[in-house]
């Protein structure tokens, strides 16, 4: 297999104190990347920084609020700090856990707001906050984390599918603006996956996926990391403007 090209790269992991976030900065940490764990939940991305050191992987936790430019301008500042520069970015913080299922005529309009100020304006800020960095590296990947429930059309979440359904868009945009700059944007979209967050959202979240995909069993977070390396790696050096999507085969069943 050729080398992934991953040995000290600088990535940048948001949503990062749990869950999918966590998983993935510490696949990209034993891949030999140098990692930042940011999260709005400093203490938890703090966490995930130390289990990283742990295992023996480098890593750093930081504070962030993707819906202020600001803030992710601060982010993108002490990844300059502390790594010297940014090759990768994934944007993984989103709103998920907490949000009530109901009928799309009844969603709250300032929980609306919330989940597309976070899951699209957040996307689109940190991606401008990150990019300049990537520019002056000669390179870069940013690789944007949706949803399979874009494509099953899952019921009674309107916002949040119509939020990572804007991920998806944007992303094919940011592929388009960004190519002559060497920088590659391209999309996961998990399915069901057994994080925190789901096992409070769902009820049976244990048995949700087992009998809904091709593969006959549920999706936990290290599922999904394979595939966020993969796009971000120089095995996927031709690939830009993509979703991948990783759900066991739901979507054809």
């Given at each position: 297999m050729p080398d992934l090209g991953l040995n000290e790269k600088r990535v940048l992991v948001t949503g990062a104190a749990g869950g999918l976030g966590r998983a993935f900065a510490q696949g990209f940490?034993?891949?030999g990347a140098q990692v930042i764990a940011a999260d709005l939940n400093e203490s938890g991305a703090q966490e995930t920084a130390g289990?990283?050191?742990?295992?023996?992987g480098q890593a750093h936790g930081a504070k962030v609020d993707v819906t202020n430019a600001e803030s992710c301008a601060e982010l993108v500042a002490f990844a300059q700090e502390a790594l010297g520069g940014l090759d990768v970015l994934i944007n993984n913080a989103a709103i998920y856990a907490g949000l009530e299922r109901k009928n799309f005529t009844e969603i709250d309009e300032d929980v609306w707001?919330?989940?597309m100020a976070v899951n699209v304006k957040g996307v689109w800020q940190m991606?401008?906050?990150a990019t300049p960095l990537m520019k002056a590296a000669g390179a870069g990947a940013i690789v944007n984390v949706a949803s399979a429930t874009v494509f099953s059309g899952s019921p009674l979440w309107m916002h949040y599918v119509a939020s990572k359904g804007a991920v998806i868009a944007m992303?094919?945009?940011?592929?388009?603006?960004l190519g002559d700059d060497n920088i590659r944007?391209?999309?996961i979209a998990p399915g069901f996956t057994l994080t925190e967050a789901s096992l409070d959202l769902i009820e049976d979240a244990e048995t949700y996926g087992v009998t809904r995909g091709a593969l006959k069993r549920s999706a936990g977070a290290?599922?999904?990391v394979g595939s966020a390396i993969y796009l971000a790696s120089d095995l996927a050096s031709f690939v830009t403007g993509q979703t991948?999507?990783?759900?066991?085969g739901r979507q054809f069943i």
């Open positions: 940490a034993e891949a289990m990283i050191h742990t295992a023996g707001d919330k989940v991606s401008c906050a992303t094919r945009s940011l592929a388009r603006e944007a391209n999309v290290n599922d999904m991948l999507i990783v759900d066991g």
